[in-house]
Nanobody, 115 residues
Framework: QVQLVESGGGLVQAGGSLRLSCAASGSIFRINAMGWYRQAPGKQRELVATIASGGSTNYADSVKGRFTISRDNAKNTVYLQMNSLKPEDTAVYYC?????????WGQGTQVTVAS
């Protein structure tokens, strides 16, 4: 089994920054893609950013140029640096990690951006 522990959410003013972290532990033999998704109240969960094992990244258009995803393979950790935050970025953010052919989800961390 794989456990994911997220941290770094909170309340920030518009224009501010936050950094999310998600550390994987447990029965890990190979981590493939890692990513972040978010879900705002009344909306479906949506992709924010992903990073492949080789380092290639993919971003939602709404966060391009403001958010940066990165990973530390030695620590089995994925990060999301969020800059120039907007009120519409308010959501619960979930990390997603593929271990082999199985994906796992974090418990979610709340990000609230005040206008």
């Amino acid at each position: 089994q794989v456990q994911l522990v997220e941290s770094g959410g909170g309340l920030v003013q518009a224009g501010g920054s936050l950094r999310l972290s998600c550390a994987a532990s447990g029965s890990i033999f190979r981590i493939n893609a890692m990513g972040w998704y978010r879900q705002a109240p009344g909306k479906q969960r949506e992709l924010v950013a992903t990073i492949a094992s080789g380092g290639s990244t993919n971003y939602a258009d709404s966060v391009k140029g403001r958010f940066t995803i990165s990973r530390d393979n030695a620590k089995n950790t994925v990060y999301l640096q969020m800059n120039s935050l907007k009120p519409e970025d308010t959501a619960v953010y979930y990390c997603n990690v593929w271990v082999g052919l199985v994906d796992y989800w974090g418990q979610g961390t709340q990000v609230t951006v005040a206008s």
